[in-house]
């Protein structure tokens, strides 16, 4: 389909634009926010290794499917199944379950990344005082959230090549100078060696059970699989584009920017005496605090991180809008604008809730869900923790399962392959990277997702 052909569904006008799209749409609150957090309650650099473990061994396999069945299919996440022959089960649990995911992870996304913008006013005007006053006032947390799911709708309804690839093809760049420089100054600060050290060195003695848990969770968050993104963007994208280079830039940048995430926060944390598991609030409390003791300069410094966690978080949310949105226009005929606008308004309604859990409404701040064994409290945890945590865990499960076993991977496969000259070649063991691939997608992904699945729930022992 060319640009022409459909102004609706639209196409990437290039490779790199995919790319930053792609890595965009990845690249997000869950690298500078939640990575450096779930490591530092996880043990440091023991973390980290299992992490890049998880990202090798299921991530990327995923990756590279849910990119091909999109392009295969040219379809939103659910006429991908529809239209490969899947029946309502399937329809349903993979890309029904998809497109809800990003829906409703948009609606809490938004508070935080609403949060990002009070802190980026707050290093020049300083009228955050501390986070928890901050977040239960509702004259604060709302107007930022609205902002930001305004900004969002005005990216995605400008279309797939003019909106969403013009925006990541310039943000991106802008968000690794950033970080670079954040990293400069953290690691220059006195005692910040004692955070590289912990954050590096794999002490490997606390690796168990729940650690893989937390890694194999962060590593779909992180690299948007089990959402439908990647159907989606795989659907904009042209036959000549090799999915196998685009989805190892994809996966290396992600990873990447975590592990560069991490290097932010840790020295920094470190160096003026924090505790590294302090959990959630580990950026939005520690590092505030950290710019503000900086001798000169750390209002600059401080308003150019929380920039860049909102230009990570904006790269992201648009994604999470095109998912439903590709859904409509395709299924249900709306035009971008409508589709874009609609759901962007009913995830900013859907959102408050979320955004008045901080303390706002005692009501939503302490309602409580008992999940598989821990108390969730407040309406935004319950929902990450049901829509960020298990339900991409299960559109992964069931999406694996398929395209290995109901779909027949050879067809996704061949896509994959399309355009790289050693895929069929014998490389590692004598096996070829296709034969691999099948391997993983039929055997490693579902297995190892259902263990991580039947040990969350409870079914079994999660410490190994
Ligand atoms: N990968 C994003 C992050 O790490 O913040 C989260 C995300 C954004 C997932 C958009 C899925 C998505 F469609």
Redesign the pocket.
Known sequence: MSIQASENRGQWGSKFGFIMAAAG???????IW?FPYITGQNGGGAFVFVYILCVLLVGLPLLYNETALGRLTGKNTVGAFKDTGANKFWQITAGFLALSV?FF?LTY?GVIAGWTIGYIISEFTDFIKDFETFRSNALYVIPFFALFMVITVYIVQAGVSGGIEKASKILMPVLFILIVLVIFRSITLPGAMEGVKYYLTPDFAKINGNTILAALGQAF????IG?G?MITYGSYLPKSNNIISSGLWVGSMDTLVALLGGLMIFPAVFAFGKDPAGGTTLVFQVLPEIFNSMPTGGNIVGALFFLLLCI??LT??I??IE?PASYLIDEKKWSRKKASWIIGILAFLIGIPSALSGGASSFFTNISLNFFGTTKTGFLDIMDALFGTLFIVIVCLMTALYVGWVLKPQKVSEEIGLGSPFYHKKLVFGLSPSQMWIFFIKFICPIVILLVLLATVGVIEADV
């Open positions: 749409s990845a690249v997000g609150l869950g690298n939640r990003s992870v996304y968050f992180s690299l948007s959402w993104i990570a978080a992201s949310s994604s999470m998912v």
